[in-house]
């Protein structure tokens, strides 16, 4: 009897209280139209298990900002990366808007009109790395936001380089193939060339602004330029000679970073994601190896490819000011360091970029980040990068020129 | 009186074999007939990067696929991988099954262990062959170099990454994946010739070479002919062995026609299509000469 009485006397006051709250407009606002104020939050997965799953780290940045905003709830919902691009269709399609998403961004949806731009959502637009503004701009307008970038440089091991008595890291081509020579003459891997279909075209791209070119110029394709034969002639010449792996237009990145990380490697193009294969693997210690800036044909690269992952926001909801506040809350350094030290990657903030330069292990990848080059970012990429995944590899073993030039037909004739 | 109920008895009578096959018909006809409809379909498609239907662009992506460099490459390898494998398939076969047809100890074991490559999933042989081709670990190439015949993490140890041996270790994997069911085939065919026919030869004076071409080898045609045609189909569609022993890769220069068609589908969906729609007719026009030529209604009547 007692129970129950109490139970409904709780009731009566909690209902007593909604009503009230309600009335006086203290319970959450309904004026943004839709009826909820619950941001939609759709992310893609970082995480190697468990214990890192990016799902927990955006509910640590919910948790802070429902505490200082407890008019606004966020639901996160996590997506792993090999589904992202296909769930997040099906949610546009099937007209179940997310607010907000972070992982691949697609300029079709800004130019189906369902994206806020970048200064409808952000107080401070400018911080973002001016470097990949033109990524995710649609006439002019910014619509992608990079949340997380990363950058690649040249790694080395010091242990073999002093083993094949070599005193400094290489700068320009000369230096490496000279360096890989003596590393071969010592039974190891002189310089790792990942051509193989995973991510050919990232490699390629490395040695194509060695020698000043690179995929497009002025947004036209100018995949078989002078420059990129003569990289491409560069690194036959470099294979022949055996300073590489063999057959290089077989192996893939994965499998030759393993093998660095082994220590069976004297140099390697890597990005900070290497940083985490080479501790796990516990061969090589912190000081036995380094990176430096990518190696250029005359000197070493003030440039480098840089890539970056974005946030969107999607305006079918009308909650702007909500995702403003959440994404102005969410962009803080602090959390932007938080992301790229749990999981290797380098922040997209200019403030964040600054607080981390100084870093020994990031350092060298942030000098180089405000002025990377990314893909190209028309709509014939997607193609194009497949062909060169699939095909530059041979160029290191045919002819460069044919090579380069059949790749260039493809990507002229498709767009 | 008969009439007025012989009608609805007449359609239930011809009706009752649909209850039987009915099932068979419909899942032929979602499984098999309504995938080539999708295939053909999708092969007058222009199909965005992100799988998006954009719409119809008549024959632009056969265009595509005519131009492309390296589909002539790909149409004379296929054409080798498939004559290749299914020969010397059909000829370690023949012999196999006239070894297991003999009487000899541990003959029941031997005919269970010719069925284990048959039982393995292919792409498990093909990725225990890639491993064991590792140019600096893999099996084959230790006790090659033990041998003295390859050096360990050499160029040539390589051999997956080299084109023609690639092809070379790939056919070898492809052979042997074959051998059970051809040898299987011929061996039910052995057993089904009568032993009178092979005393009616002796007693002409027969050699043994003579009689196994003059009697087993045109007694065994219906069995040859079925597994040759089976092994053409697979062989010529085989995708798993290529796909995990080299991608294709590097450039094509290890691609059939299957392969090639799932390497670019990564970039254009419709001209992918338009590549299966052409393998599709490939495979039903060899299979048509192919029993043309072996005039196999007689055979198989006979």
């Known amino acids: ?415 | 009186m008969a009439s007025r109920t012989s009608p609805l008895r007449s359609i239930g009578r011809a009706a009752t074999p649909l209850l039987w096959i009915g099932p068979a018909i419909a899942l032929i006809a979602v499984v098999v007939l309504w995938p080539v409809v999708v295939m053909i379909q999708s092969s007058f498609q222009r199909i965005g990067g992100e799988g998006y239907v954009v719409g119809y662009n008549g024959l632009d992506n056969f265009r595509t696929l005519f131009h492309e460099p390296y589909l002539s490459g790909v149409l004379l390898r296929t054409l080798v991988w498939t004559v290749g494998v299914v020969v010397v398939t059909m000829l370690i076969s023949l012999a196999l099954a006239q070894l297991f047809n003999q009487r000899f100890p541990g003959r029941r074991v031997a005919r269970w262990a010719l069925i284990i490559p048959w039982a393995c999933s292919v792409m498990m042989t093909a990725l225990i062959f890639r491993w064991a081709l590792d140019r600096s670990a893999g099996v084959i190439n230790v006790f090659l170099h033990d041998l003295g015949l390859v050096k360990l993490g050499s160029n040539h140890a390589d051999w997956l990454g080299n084109p023609h041996w690639a092809m070379f270790w790939m056919m070898l994997v492809a052979v042997f994946v074959s051998l059970p069911f051809s040898t299987y085939a011929i061996l039910s065919g052995l057993q089904g010739i009568p032993g009178d026919v092979y005393e009616a030869a002796s007693l002409d004076g027969a050699t043994s070479w003579r009689s196994y071409r003059h009697v087993t080898l045109p007694l065994l045609r219906p069995a040859i002919l079925v597994a040759t045609l089976i092994n053409i189909i697979n062989v010529f569609n085989s995708f798993p062995i290529i796909w995990e022993m080299t991608k294709g890769g590097p450039g094509y220069q290890t691609s059939t026609t299957t392969t090639y068609m799932v390497a670019i589908k990564q970039g254009n969906v419709g001209e992918s299509a338009s590549l299966s729609v052409i393998n599709f007719a490939l495979v039903i026009v060899i299979v048509i000469v192919y029993l043309a030529t072996t005039k196999w209604k007689e055979q198989v009547d006979a």
């Not at chain 1, 490699?203 to 394709?221: F, I, N």
């Not at chain 1, 237009?249 to 294969?277: C, E, H, Y």
């Not at chain 1, 709509?379 to 045919?398: E, R």
Request: glycine share 10%.
């Open chain 1, 1 to 415: 009897m007692k129970h129950k009485l109490t139970g409904r006397v709780a009731g009566a006051i909690a209902l007593a209280t909604a009503t009230a709250l309600a009335l006086t407009g203290c319970g959450g606002s309904s004026s943004s139209g839709s009826g909820s104020d619950t941001l939609k939050l759709v992310v893609a997965d970082y995480g190697t298990g468990p214990d890192n799953a990016s799902s927990k780290f955006w509910q640590g940045i919910v948790d802070d900002f429902e505490k200082a905003n407890p008019d606004i709830k966020v639901k996160v919902t996590s997506i792993p990366w090999t589904n992202f691009d296909q769930q997040v269709q099906t949610m546009v399609q099937n007209k179940q808007f997310p607010d907000i998403t972070e992982g691949d961004y697609f300029s079709n949806y800004a130019q189906d009109g369902l994206l806020y731009k970048a200064s409808d959502v952000l107080s401070k637009p400018d911080n973002l790395l001016p470097a990949f503004k033109d990524q995710g701009s649609y006439n002019g307008e910014q619509y992608g936001m990079p949340w997380t970038t990363s950058s690649r440089t040249l790694f080395y091991n010091k242990k073999i380089f002093a083993d094949a008595g070599i005193s400094d890291a290489p700068k320009t081509w000369a230096d490496l193939q000279a360096d890989a020579a003596k590393i071969k003459a010592k039974g190891e891997t002189g310089f790792g060339l990942p051509l193989g279909a995973e991510e050919a075209q990232a490699e390629s791209l490395l040695w194509m602004l060695g020698a000043g070119g690179g995929y497009q110029t002025d947004g036209k394709y100018t995949i078989d330029s002078a420059a990129n034969v003569t990289a491409f002639t560069f690194l036959k010449n470099l294979v022949k000679a055996g300073d590489t792996e063999p057959n290089p237009g077989t192996v893939n990145r994965t499998d030759l970073w393993q093998q660095f990380a082994q220590g069976k490697v004297g140099m390697i193009n890597g990005s900070p994601a290497l940083i985490p294969i080479i501790q796990k693997a516990g061969v090589l210690q912190d000081s036995d190896w380094a990176s430096v800036p990518i190696v250029g044909q005359n000197g070493p690269l003030d440039t480098t490819l840089g890539v970056c992952d974005n946030v969107a926001a999607f305006n079918a909801n009308g909650h702007q000011a909500q995702i403003k506040k959440f994404l102005d809350f969410a962009y803080q350094d602090k959390y932007q360091l938080a992301f790229d030290k749990e999981y290797d990657l380098l922040p997209a903030t200019t403030s964040a970029a600054d607080a981390l330069a100084s870093d020994p292990i990031f350092g060298p990848f942030l000098t180089a980040l405000p002025k990377s080059i990314q893909y190209p970012s028309d709509t014939s990429w997607a193609n194009v990068k497949t062909k060169i995944q699939q095909t530059i590899g041979t160029a290191v073993t045919g002819d460069p020129k044919q090579v380069l030039g059949q790749l260039q037909q493809t990507a002229t004739s498709a767009s």
